[in-house]
């Protein structure tokens, strides 16, 4: 069942303390609101009783002195409700905004912390569905419930009494329709619930149709699938019509109903108190005043009614907002200090040690030496990262893992170890747990078994900021944001000059497209850079991963959407860079990872062997297979020898 198809209760007060709590900063708007709610309704009650004032002291006797003070006093009263009722409106609907903004900023950092298994579990259109619908249910809570219910409370109540004082027999032939309103409304609240759930379902399915279907529009009109999908949606879309139309009817018939019934309460105010007008028992004036006391008598009923499916809205929205809120963050830096740094250690990781020979992004000039064709000078020694600082050690312990049911293993009892300034390349057919590696490296996702270390330092005991600053991953299917080429490689680094940028640019041949654009460094770019092509996309990733200069290099992938000329420029670039970097690199393609240092072949979940290319080649195991299949059709690479077979 989805969350959407659970109503819960029409009021939970433990929902609503939670939910009066995001008031708390704002209490003093909400006490000026919740004044001028009352002045407001204070001022209504005295409106009938001047009328009475003036029929039974003035008209009634022909006299005319002093009327026009009442007069005045009447004008008075109808521009301070004026007054009061903006003031209530304009305080409660900024509140309203402001809680909402608050609401959904927490509800997206919370988000963002979560780690990639919940986002497994939970569909894209189902989270936007609480960021936009679901807050906003909230938003007319605050905006136009939690407060003014009670001057429609203090109102009803003031009503009563008041009608009660000027005369108790009347006022009992008033309350007389009153048991007539409980059944209408009843009536009302157990139709327009079970219409506000079923809307509630369709508008969801509409916002995860609209999501998985936008996003997949390509793949929509390659396959010619538009009328099918159009059909799908039509359907949901009727649906979702004919649910809000089946609760509009109830609408219609409620608010007439409740006019009806104040039309009735005033025609047995009529009937009885006019006859003991006649008979001298009541004034007029209090007659005309009884009837505009129920009047507004019976609006705020109508608006409790409404006022409660903003509340039922409010508390559906609730559960499901604080459900996900709620949902613990499994995976996050561990709670206790981190782990103390050696003497010699660098300010910035706590992993990183050794004299200082290169300052940041000085890499990237050796990178853009080598790309333009000049000698690289002060390229680093091999063993030594971006700063020079020896760091980047990493160990696999018996790494066993499952994405879902704990006998159903991606990664089984797989151990290795990368040593600093290594480059590591890791193949495999499909679905052996290359990228899993990479996932668990990263702590997007927690081991099940084993350990993951790096300079002999559990990732799990690892601040995540820091863990994942020391990484930069250049993935095959790359995410662009809105924004400009130059945004998408810095990512509001503001350590990232524009000279780095173009560098990095520069050092993986991105610079060539990127120059014959209109606005070069400053072009647009659209969502998910949808007017780039697939390989100018890799190539800026190539260029941001350059720019954050990171200690541990990881490519997945990285070169599959390149051509093969584009992919040669690359190589020669990546060359200088993983120099002295520890590098990680998952390909399909042998030919790029034929110059590792370490060649890693995974087969089911399992590491079935290690070492170099040549090495790996003349044992003719599962490498040799992969390489005969990749090459068979083909010829091998110039500077490849297959040792023969003795």
Not at 420 to 425: C, I, L, N, T, Y
Not at 448 to 471: C, K, M, Y
Request: net charge neutral; glycine share 8%.
């Amino acid at each position: 069942m989805h969350e959407e198809e659970v109503l819960g209760k029409a009021y939970d007060a433990r929902l609503m303390r939670r939910l009066l709590g995001y008031l708390k900063p704002y209490w003093l708007q909400v006490v000026v609101a919740l004044g001028a709610i009352i002045g407001y309704s204070s001022l209504q009650l005295v409106q009938p009783y001047l009328m009475k004032i003036v029929i039974d002291d003035y008209i009634t006797v022909g006299s005319l002195d002093g009327l026009g003070r009442i007069a005045l006093l009447f004008l008075l009263i109808l521009l301070g409700s004026f007054g009061l009722e903006y003031v209530q409106t304009y305080v409660m609907q900024l509140t309203g905004q402001r809680v909402m903004s608050d609401l959904r900023a927490q509800i997206y950092q919370h988000l963002q912390r979560l780690d990639l298994r919940f986002y497994d579990r939970n569909p894209v259109g189902r989270l936007m569905t609480r960021v936009t619908t679901d807050v906003d249910a909230l938003n007319d809570l605050f905006a136009s419930g939690v407060v003014t219910v009670f001057g429609d409370v203090f109102t009803l109540a003031g009503i009563m009494i008041v009608l009660l004082v000027m005369d108790w027999r009347l006022a009992l032939v008033a309350f007389s329709v009153l048991p007539i309103i409980v059944l209408v409304t009843q009536w009302f609240r157990r139709h327009v619930r079970e219409w506000y759930r079923t809307v509630r379902i369709l508008i969801a399915r509409i916002n995860a149709f609209l999501q998985e279907n936008i996003t997949g529009m390509a793949t929509v009109q390659l396959f010619r699938r538009e009328a099918v999908n159009f059909g799908r949606f039509d359907e949901i879309d009727r649906e979702h019509r004919d649910a809000n139309i089946a609760s509009i009817f109830y609408y219609a018939v409620f608010y007439p109903a409740i006019e009806v019934v104040g039309a009735l309460a005033s025609a047995l105010i009529i009937w009885f108190g006019g006859g003991w007008v006649m008979r001298g028992a009541l004034t007029i004036g209090s007659l005309v005043a009884f009837l505009q006391y129920s009047q507004r008598f019976f609006r705020p009923i109508s608006d409790l009614s409404e006022k409660f499916n903003v509340l039922q809205a409010a508390m559906a929205s609730s559960e499901r907002i604080f459900k996900l809120l709620d949902t613990p963050v499994a995976i996050q830096s561990p709670a206790r200090h981190r782990p103390r740094r050696p003497a010699d250690a660098g300010p910035s990781t706590g992993l990183r040690a050794g004299p200082s020979t290169l300052r940041p992004f000085d890499r990237l000039r050796v990178v853009a030496s080598s790309v333009e064709g000049r000698e690289p000078q002060g390229r680093p020694e091999p063993g030594r990262g971006t700063t020079g600082l020896r760091a980047g050690r990493i160990v696999f312990d018996h790494v066993w893992f499952s994405y879902g049911a704990e006998s159903d293993h991606v990664l089984r009892d797989v151990s290795f170890t990368v040593e600093p300034g290594e480059r590591v390349g890791i193949v495999g057919a499909t679905g052996a747990g290359k990228t899993t590696l990479i996932n668990l490296l990263l702590r997007f996702y927690d081991v099940s078994q084993g350990r993951i270390a790096i300079d002999d330092v559990d990732v799990r005991e690892l601040d995540l900021e820091e863990l994942r600053g020391l990484f930069s991953l250049v993935l095959q299917d790359v995410h662009l944001f809105s924004g400009t080429i130059a945004s998408n490689i810095r990512l509001g680094n503001a350590g990232i000059s524009d000279e780095d940028i173009r560098r990095a640019a520069r050092a993986v041949h991105a610079d060539q497209f990127i120059e014959r654009m209109a606005q070069g460094y400053d072009s647009a770019v659209a969502e998910r850079g949808a007017t780039l092509s697939v390989g100018q996309k890799q190539l800026l990733s190539f260029a941001r991963a350059l720019a954050f200069d990171p200690r541990i290099l990881v490519l997945d992938e990285a070169t599959s959407s390149v051509d093969t000329e584009t992919e040669h420029l690359i190589r020669d670039a990546l060359h200088v860079l993983m120099a002295g970097r520890t590098s990680i690199a998952i390909a399909h393609r042998l030919s790029t990872i034929q110059d590792m240092d370490k060649i890693l072949v995974l087969h089911k979940g399992e590491l079935r062997e290690s070492g170099t290319h040549q090495r790996l080649l003349a044992a003719r195991g599962i490498y040799y297979r992969l390489y005969q299949l990749q090459y068979k059709d083909q010829e091998a690479p110039a500077d490849t020898v297959i040792p023969s077979v003795r």
